[in-house]
């Protein structure tokens, strides 16, 4: 099923033995205090405590450790994206769901790897790897700026080296690449100009226009840039620059659901769907985007696993989703009509746990900007806990998983912190510093799974 060396049970020992939640600070607060960022105390029904009184955010931080820190880059079709869904199945399997892993086919993917003893081990080093240079290939040598984007400012001999140009603004990088490999170069890493603030350019696979190279040419991110730089600044740095090309590639979607404990039998029964998407972009570890959103579902389903409830509950979790929603559009326009009409909502949870101190407001995003029983949830579980002014209107956007269900016309929603005065991403948003120490706030990860916990185990007892 999954390419991965690891076990299911050894991941389950992994997960057990990470030990990450004891370098954060738990949240602390009790069932009836007024949490960070709220107005007031919260007045919590029966439902919401007994929600309430079992999450418990270590789990969910151990969770996000392993798939942020062990698993690492999880690009479409990579094995990494297939070792976390492997992982996930596992977790589901063992609280008792009942599992489908979905697969589909993708394009085949290009990637690259950039490593030294003097990189910040902070960051993700994954890099894009030009489609038409060198593929399969590990090189190493030194790295030498170029001092302009003219061929005719090139040293003559750059054998053994690999050549980084820093751009100011956007720019071709093949002729200098062509011009490079003649020298003698043995690989090429082009860079973007710095993104405006508080965004980071992301790493990226080069275009090469007019040839095809026999070395590698890779794109960095802002981030990796910069630390580049740092290094280059303080003495020479010898690099090692790899490339692979997945031919063949698949993603997945992991999809569980257990039986709605009261009401009709099955086949009469409604059903909610919490969900998350798993895999991240190029060059980042994807903490907040989306290991956060992944691991706070995990957590609600080993918490929800035994509730008492009208509907059935699934929770899903979907490949492909920074290449263009690929994998929950897969899912959802596979769905037989019966299916559709009994799905009563679904809670999408991406970027939910950001550390970025202007992100205090919990915005709510629906495809079209109406209102339905999915935000409508959402909204009331958020005016009992406390939290409703701290809360964003009804905002118009897509641009996540809850898209591809609204397109068949099943309510749903997606649901993160975000910036207090606007739709405003953080820095780390697509970077190489997207990572567990850099941005993530478990306070708002934990606030995030109280908030949907409510809302959706109140929608699937109607």
């Given amino acids: ?128 790897s030009a489609a038409a240079a060198a593929q399969d290939v590990t090189v190493a040598g030194r790295v030498v700026l170029a001092p302009s984007g003219s061929v005719a400012d090139l040293p003559a001999d750059l054998t053994g080296m690999v050549l980084m140009r820093v751009v100011k603004a956007s720019e071709d990088i093949t002729p200098l690449a062509v011009a490079a490999q003649a020298r003698g170069a043995v690989a ?96 980042s570890r994807g903490a907040n985007d989306n290991a956060s959103g992944t691991a706070a579902c995990l957590e609600l389903a080993r918490v929800m696993r035994n509730a008492p409830t009208a509907a059935d509950l699934s929770f899903g979790f979907w490949g492909s989703e920074e290449v263009g929603l690929v994998g929950s559009r897969i899912h959802a326009q596979a769905m037989p009509a019966d299916e559709r009409s009994r799905l009563r909502g679904v809670f999408n949870n991406d970027m939910i746990a950001t550390s970025w101190d202007p992100a205090e407001k919990y915005w709510l995003l629906d495809l079209r900007g109406e209102a339905n029983d999915v935000n409508r949830a959402v909204y009331a579980a958020g005016e009992r806990l406390g939290y409703r002014t701290s809360m964003s209107d009804l905002f118009t956007m897509g641009r996540s998983d809850h898209q591809s269900f609204s397109e068949i016309g099943v309510p749903s929603g997606n649901f993160g912190w975000l910036h207090r005065d606007g739709f405003i991403l953080e820095p780390e948003y697509h970077s190489s510093d997207d990572t567990v120490k850099e941005n993530i706030s478990v306070e708002r990860l934990m606030a995030a799974m109280e908030i949907q916990g409510c809302a959706a185990y109140a929608l699937a007892s109607r």
Avoid: C
């Fill in 1 to 128: 099923m999954s390419t991965s060396s690891l076990s299911r049970r050894s991941f389950l020992a992994l997960a057990g033995a990470a030990g990450a939640a004891g370098a954060f600070a738990m949240p602390a607060w009790g069932l009836d205090d007024v949490r960070p960022g709220a107005a007031r105390a919260p007045r919590l029904t029966g439902q919401d405590r007994q929600i309430i009184n079992q999450i418990r955010p270590a789990r969910a931080v151990d969770h996000l450790t392993l798939l942020t820190e062990e698993i690492g880059q999880r690009y479409t079709g990579t094995p990494a994206e297939h070792r976390a869904a492997d992982y996930i199945a596992a977790q589901l399997e063992g609280y008792g769901y009942d599992v489908d892993l979905e697969w589909f086919d993708v394009p085949d993917r290009r990637v690259g790897l950039l490593e030294a003893p003097e990189l910040d081990s902070r960051w993700s080093w994954g890099v894009g």
């Fill in 188 to 283: 090429v890493i082009a860079t973007r100009r710095d993104s405006n603030p508080p965004g980071q350019a992301s790493a990226f696979a080069p275009a090469l226009t007019t040839a095809r190279l026999d070395i590698p040419v890779v794109g960095v991110s802002q981030v990796q840039k910069h630390a580049l730089l740092d290094v280059l600044a303080a003495g020479p740095l010898r690099l090692t620059v790899s490339t692979v090309e997945h031919r063949g590639t698949r993603s997945a979607n992991v999809v569980g659901t257990r039986a709605g404990r009261k009401g009709p039998g099955k086949g009469g029964r409604e059903r909610v769907m919490l969900g998350a998407h798993y895999d991240s972009v190029i060059g």
